[in-house]
């Protein structure tokens, strides 16, 4: 789960790392009021889950209260396009105002769990090359990035912050300073289940101070059951309102670009029907997996997520029944798609427990499907139905 | 002999007395598997298919010679009961439980380091050997008793590759799902390794998927020590980065652990690559023909 920046600064500011003076606001008026307390030059930050902000145009500074009206009111409201947004961008709703401060340098610090097997273990990492992406600092000057493994049984060790703060060749006051934020940050990744914690850029002010200027907090779904505090913090507006019902249904589903809705049992096999689709020359418009379970109940739900989908003209149904039995499956979906009066075209693949009787009872039913038997033979099947569509327009 | 689950294995299920439990305990004594015992702590005593029911696995291990652990029990639990099965010395722990914090499984796997245990999952749906028992709920109708390893991070997609193995008349010694999280026990590495000394296994089909990096770590030992061909296939070709693709592990990262480049390590390792997952099947076939 993602949070803006203001939250992850509020939790930033709990742990005691320090960030700019500032507040969050969601009209212009209270951006004013926020810059006329500041009372000096002020930047106005777009609150959207996306990096690339600044050059998308959502970040502005501003000199006076009624210069940052005026930059909250370009802001607030706009549809910002970054290169994580994608083309449809995201409306802004919330802006951070906060005192501008003067930049002598900018570096990185973050933390992450390394899956390699030499670590297996959150990471500290840091840069003196801050300010930008942290990846690409890695793939064009690696040796710029400082690495501290961090084994969780056990605390903080004083050395793990010296190993970063003087790797960076920070002067001696700065680097305890910095000791400080590395071990704050790591209580913050242990003690809230993150994923992912960074401060990019982690600002060296010409006064020595360490300051966040921005922040990004990434949590760890699975650990969220014992963290209503970080719950709460969800935005909603930001997420796709499909993936939204999806997850209420307990459905896992993913938007794509294509036309070919599916679904499917299991998130490998759910992968593997989009790598098919796209072999037999088709676009999937989603990834979809109805989980062990579905039920008929289950599986209408999903049939609704998937054919809100406006962009879908045909749909693929792919089960491998284990303890899950196709004769159950088939029922589920007959049921559904009467219930539904689906008209897109279909094809329907099973296999595993009872697929003869699933496949008769699909034959049998006064709805039309196409029944595949093979896998790829499910996919083409599919393509060549959108294909048709496609054609008689 | 096959691999991890073999005649000597004797199996405790916690968790046996719970709604998953109990019915994927049944299933797999259909199947021939030896269990022996279950755990749920404050259900010591009572019977369950004839079966005793102890509060610890230390009891099981005393008193049934337990040394196989399938763990059932909610996310919130199952840390615990993997620990509690490493420390009463089971050597063999499989964890089918979803959902467990990633950095719950990196104090687990710091545990297990140096204990000689293997720990297969979490978030994963067991291992099968064909003609002993399975610890887990692979279907029992897929397998078929023969010389084939498989190894999946994956569920159902496993299942599709043992079935079309099984229809295709070519058997399997062990498969190995596992498991879908970000911090596993055994890795690819790992089962491969014991796939490589199995006298038993003469090929190893491994199905891999987007993000991490466990794919990479397999190709290296495949590239220097394995003398058995390999088949692969990676699931998300067409899986967009930065979205979690129903597993926890199965996300691209900072534009890391594509399928593309995964694809293309294996085979620069020399494994089999099928680019299409209906293939899996004869391409086996087909390298077994020689």
């Known amino acids: 789960?993602?949070?803006?920046?203001?939250?992850?600064?509020?939790?930033?500011?709990?742990?005691?790392?320090?960030?700019?003076?500032?507040?969050?606001?969601?009209?212009?008026?209270?951006?004013?009021?926020?810059?006329?307390?500041?009372?000096?030059?002020?930047?106005?930050?777009?609150?959207?889950?996306?990096?690339?902000?600044?050059?998308?145009?959502?970040?502005?500074?501003?000199?006076?209260?009624?210069?940052?009206k005026k930059v909250a009111e370009e802001i607030l409201g706009m549809n910002l396009v970054t290169h994580q947004t994608g083309p449809e961008g995201k409306k802004v709703k919330k802006v951070l105002v906060e005192e501008a401060l003067d930049i002598e340098k900018e570096l990185y610090l973050g933390i992450a769990i390394d899956r390699s097997k030499d670590q297996e273990q959150p990471v500290i990492m840091a840069s003196e090359a801050g300010g930008v992406e942290i990846e690409e600092v890695a793939?064009?000057?690696?040796?710029?990035?400082?690495?501290?493994?961090?084994?969780?049984?056990?605390?903080?060790?004083?050395?793990?912050?010296?190993?970063?703060?003087?790797?960076?060749?920070?002067?001696?006051?700065?680097?305890?300073?910095?000791?400080?934020?590395?071990?704050?940050?790591?209580?913050?990744?242990?003690?809230?289940?993150?994923?992912?914690?960074?401060?990019?850029?982690?600002?060296?002010t010409k006064d020595g101070d360490l300051l966040a200027l921005d922040a990004k907090v990434n949590f760890d779904d699975d650990g969220l059951?014992?963290?209503?505090?970080?719950?709460?913090?969800?935005?909603?507006?930001?997420e796709e309102p499909l993936e939204v019902d999806a997850a209420n249904a307990d459905v896992n589903y993913i938007k794509l670009d294509g036309n070919v809705g599916c679904m499917v049992n299991g998130a490998g096999l759910a992968m593997a029907t989009m790598d098919l689709i796209k072999l037999a020359g088709g676009e999937p418009a989603n990834f979809l997996d109805v989980g062990g379970g579905a039920s008929a109940e289950r599986i209408e739900k999903a049939f609704r997520i998937l054919t809100s989908d406006k962009d879908v003209q045909a749909i693929l149904v792919n089960i491998f029944g284990g303890i899950l039995r196709c004769d159950r499956v088939a029922s589920g979906v007959i049921e559904a798609a009467s219930k539904m009066n689906l008209t897109l075209p279909m094809v329907v693949r099973l296999q595993g427990t009872n697929v003869a009787e699933g496949r008769k009872l699909l034959e049998e039913s006064p709805l039309k499907f196409e029944v595949a038997e093979g896998l790829f033979e499910a996919a083409e099947k599919v393509v060549a139905l959108v294909k048709k569509v496609a054609k008689e327009g | 002999m096959s691999?991890?689950?073999?005649?000597?294995?004797?199996?405790?299920?916690?968790?046996?007395?719970?709604?998953?439990?109990?019915?994927?305990?049944?299933?797999?004594?259909?199947?021939?598997?030896?269990?022996?015992?279950?755990?749920?702590?404050?259900?010591?005593?009572?019977?369950?298919?004839?079966?005793?029911?102890?509060?610890?696995?230390?009891?099981?291990?005393?008193?049934?010679?337990?040394?196989?652990?399938?763990?059932?029990?909610?996310?919130?639990?199952?840390?615990?009961?993997?620990?509690?099965?490493?420390?009463?010395?089971?050597?063999?722990i499989v964890c089918m439980t979803e959902g467990i914090p990633a950095l719950e499984m990196v104090k687990v796997k710091k545990a297990l380091k140096g204990t000689g245990s293997y720990l297969i999952g979490p978030n994963c749906p067991g291992i099968t050997t064909p003609g002993v028992g399975k610890i887990g709920f692979m279907p029992n109708f897929i397998h078929k008793k023969g010389n084939v390893g498989v190894i999946s991070r994956s569920g159902t997609l496993t299942y599709e590759v043992i079935n079309q193995l099984t229809l295709l008349e070519v058997g399997q010694?062990?498969?190995?799902?596992?498991?879908?999280?970000?911090?596993?026990?055994?890795?690819?590495?790992?089962i491969l390794k014991l796939f490589a000394d199995d006298p038993e296994t003469n090929l190893v089909a491994i199905i891999g998927e987007i993000g991490g990096n466990a794919e990479e770590e397999a190709a290296e030992f495949v590239k220097e020590k394995m003398t058995k061909p390999v088949v692969g296939f990676i699931a998300g070709q067409t899986a967009p980065p930065g979205k979690r693709m129903g597993h926890a592990g199965a996300i691209i990262s900072g534009g890391k652990g594509t399928a593309a480049e995964k694809m293309r390590t294996w085979e620069e390792a020399g494994i089999a690559v099928v680019e299409n997952p209906a293939d899996i099947g004869t391409k086996v076939v087909s390298i077994l023909n020689g």
């Open chain 1, 139 to 204: 793939s064009k000057t690696p040796e710029k990035i400082i690495k501290v493994g961090a084994n969780p049984i056990g605390s903080f060790s004083g050395f793990q912050g010296r190993k970063i703060s003087y790797g960076l060749g920070l002067d001696k006051s700065v680097a305890s300073k910095a000791g400080k934020i590395i071990e704050n940050l790591y209580k913050i990744f242990m003690e809230k289940d993150a994923s992912l914690v960074e401060i990019n850029p982690l600002l060296l």
């Open chain 2, 173 to 190: 010694s062990t498969s190995v799902g596992i498991g879908g999280d970000p911090i596993i026990g055994s890795t690819f590495l790992d």
């Open chain 2, 3 to 92: 691999i991890l689950l073999n005649e000597e294995s004797r199996i405790v299920i916690q968790g046996i007395t719970g709604g998953e439990g109990s019915f994927h305990t049944r299933e797999s004594l259909e199947f021939g598997s030896k269990v022996v015992a279950g755990v749920t702590p404050g259900k010591g005593g009572v019977d369950f298919d004839g079966l005793p029911v102890y509060n610890r696995v230390i009891d099981a291990v005393l008193k049934e010679g337990a040394n196989a652990s399938g763990i059932y029990v909610p996310a919130s639990f199952a840390p615990d009961a993997i620990l509690e099965a490493l420390e009463a010395g089971i050597k063999l």
């Open chain 1, 1 to 68: 789960m993602k949070v803006h920046e203001y939250q992850a600064k509020k939790i930033f500011k709990e742990y005691g790392i320090p960030v700019p003076e500032g507040d969050v606001a969601s009209t212009p008026e209270e951006v004013r009021d926020i810059a006329e307390r500041i009372g000096k030059k002020i930047v106005v930050k777009a609150q959207i889950h996306a990096g690339g902000r600044g050059k998308g145009g959502g970040v502005k500074t501003a000199d006076s209260p009624q210069d940052a």
């Open chain 1, 225 to 238: 059951y014992r963290h209503p505090e970080i719950r709460e913090l969800r935005d909603l507006d930001e």
